[in-house]
C-alpha cells in the first residue's frame, strides 16, 4: 500500500490505552469523555494514562493516528489481486451501504472529533495528514488498476479526492441528520461513478 505517513509502532501499553480510549468514545462521545472515564476502561488509574500522554487532546491525536493505522492494515491483509476488488472493499470499510450500531457509533464519534478540527490545530493537523493517507490508499489501488490494464487511463489523484469527498460527505450527512436513506444513495452513486471513470469499454 501507498500512504504518505509511516504507520507508528504501538507498544502493548499504548495498544491497552487506544483500545479502553475507542470504548470510551464510543459509549461517551466526544463531549463527554474524560480521562477518569478512559482510565476505567482501562481499568487503571489515570497516571498510567498520563505517563504516556501529557493531555486528553494529545491522546486523542495519538488516537486518530492509531485509527487509521489500524485501517491500513485491514486493507493490506483483507485487499487481494483485484484492483476493481479492492477499491469496492475500501468504499465499503469507509462507507459502509448498511452499516451495523458500532459503525454508525464510530462515524459518530469520528465526525464530532473532526468538527473540533475547525479551532483545534491539534486535531486539524491529525485530520488532514488522515485523509492524505486514505487519499494515497485509493490512488495507489486506482495506479495499480492502471498499470495492470484493468483500469481506464485517468488522473488518480483526481478520482481518488472525488472518492474521499463522497464518503467524508455522506458520512456526514449520515451522521448529523436524519436522512437515513441518503447515505446509501451516495453509495450507490459513488459505485456509478467509480465504474464509469474507471471501467475499460470494450
Known amino acids: 500500500m ?4 509511516p504507520e507508528t509502532t504501538w507498544s502493548t501499553a499504548e495498544e491497552e490505552i487506544m483500545e479502553a480510549t475507542y470504548r470510551a468514545l464510543l459509549e461517551h ?21 498520563y505517563y504516556h500522554y501529557d493531555t486528553k487532546d494529545d491522546l486523542l491525536a495519538a488516537f486518530l493516528e492509531f485509527a487509521v493505522d489500524r485501517f491500513e492494515e485491514t486493507v493490506d491483509t483483507e485487499t487481494g489481486d483485484e484492483p476493481s476488488e479492492d477499491l469496492e ?19 459518530a464519534v469520528l465526525v464530532g472529533l473532526r468538527s473540533q ?10 485530520f488532514t495528514q488522515i485523509d492524505e493517507r486514505l487519499a494515497a490508499t485509493i490512488r495507489g489501488i486506482i495506479e495499480r488498476g492502471i498499470d495492470e490494464g484493468a483500469f481506464r487511463d485517468v488522473d488518480p489523484s483526481r478520482v481518488a479526492e472525488h ?7 455522506a458520512m456526514y450527512g449520515r451522521t448529523t441528520t436524519d436522512r437515513k436513506s441518503a447515505a ?14 474507471l471501467r475499460r469499454r470494450s
Open 29 to 49: 462521545g466526544y463531549a463527554d469523555l474524560s480521562l477518569s472515564r478512559i482510565a476505567n476502561e482501562l481499568d487503571k488509574s489515570k497516571a498510567a494514562i
Open 117 to 126: 478540527a475547525v479551532t483545534n490545530e491539534v486535531f486539524r493537523e491529525q
Open 163 to 169: 472518492i474521499l469527498a463522497t464518503v467524508n460527505g
Open 89 to 107: 472493499h475500501v468504499t465499503e470499510k469507509l462507507l459502509p451501504l448498511q452499516p451495523d450500531a458500532e459503525q454508525r457509533q464510530l462515524q
Open 2 to 5: 501507498t500512504t504518505d505517513s
Open 184 to 197: 446509501a444513495a451516495a453509495r450507490v452513486s459513488l459505485a456509478s461513478y467509480i465504474d464509469s471513470e
